[in-house]
């Protein structure tokens, strides 16, 4: 009848929870109290006012994802954008680009995805083998299905944690340091890349140090600009840095998460079946965040993979699984819808629909040249040199990680990004 009407008030309870992983412990909110841009510039300012022999060696190493987001934003190409981001970032020693990273976590994740097939005869849950690189995805596995989920999640580490263990361990040898004499910040397009790096599966005890000591999301970056009162644009160009061999921007194939499961279903093709695969066609099934892709030979279905981007869909895949109805050798899953290039800790760009402005970042991610990880040089000589060969066990150390399950902590409901 037009009057004004107060509302009931709204009531929450537990069992209107989608343990979408959303949520926080209070054991992680003090890990992540560590995990800020306030927190960077704070050590940055100790760091400097300390004396010489007590000083850290600062590197940042930067997220494609982000690097195209900030590209976005500023209305740069992508070489610029890192170029003058390294500029920026000279404050600090070295700014690496993890792409490098990403080379060896690919090539790992090929590699385990074989002894998983080989072994599904004798082990029910080598396959499928579903993707770890997205920490959202991993703290709702550990903390809602635990031991189920657990030994289907391959335990190759992210890219950004191989990036932790190559600077606190080869690069740390290289600079003639310990582990704890560097400081070691990245840049992610995703909030829960703090959780992560707070694990104590990647805390060494012998030095006292995380592999990955801060994370700042990319809009804690414009920030870190706005803070300064420094344009982008307005900054000088510098060489980019590089841990091993040419420093060079370059893309992976297969979409704006890394394209873990286009390198893995060739590879397989390939190693399993002989078969070159050229160009991969996605087909989309409940919606385009849930495709499939197939593998067939003489109507013989060979190998047949997805990707399941968000909660609505990991969700539908978990109950898949739990059914015994899961046709897929892999998944590559993922929390943000249209994965990583959408992650929450990315930028929104002023006045542009979020369609326009993911395509936007899509397109400056995918500007570089895309590089086949088995033919970069630099991997190659570090996995040879330092690693001693794949397979051995310093590669295992480095390359590879555990999961746990969890119990939540119902108390902490309330604290949410």
Known sequence: ??????????????????????????????????????ELCKVLALNKAAAAQE????????????????????????LETAQKLTTFLKSVHYVFDTTFSRNFSLLESQREFLRRFHRQAEDTKALPMLASACPGWICYAEKTHGSFI??????????QQIMGSL??????EQQHLPPDRIYHVTVMPCYDKKLEASRPDFFNQEYQTRDVDCVITTGEVLKLLEQEGVSLSDVEPSPLDTMLGGAELS????????GFLEHIFRHAAQHLFGIHVGSIHYRPLKNK??????????????????LAYGFRNIQNLVQKLKRGKCPYQYVEVMACPSGCLNGGGQIKLEGESSKEELQQVERLYESPRAEVPEENQAVRELCEQWLGGWGSGRAQQVLHTQYHAVERENSALSIKW
């Open 167 to 172: 600077v606190k361990g080869y690069f740390a």
């Open 251 to 258: 893309t992976h194939r297969g979409g704006g998460s890394g």
């Open 289 to 306: 965040d849930f495709q499939e892709v197939t593998l067939e030979r003489d109507g013989e279905v060979l190998l047949q993979f997805a």
């Open 55 to 78: 000083q850290k060696l600062v590197v940042v190493s930067v997220s494609p994802q982000s690097r195209a987001s900030l590209a976005a934003r500023c209305k740069l190409g992508l």
């Open 1 to 38: 009848d037009g009057e004004a009407q107060r509302l009931e008030k709204a009531r929450i309870t537990l069992n209107d929870c989608l343990a979408c992983s959303g949520c926080i412990t209070s054991a992680e909110s003090v890990l992540i109290s560590q995990q800020s841009h306030g």
């Open 150 to 159: 657990i030994p289907h999640i391959s335990t190759t580490k992210s890219p």
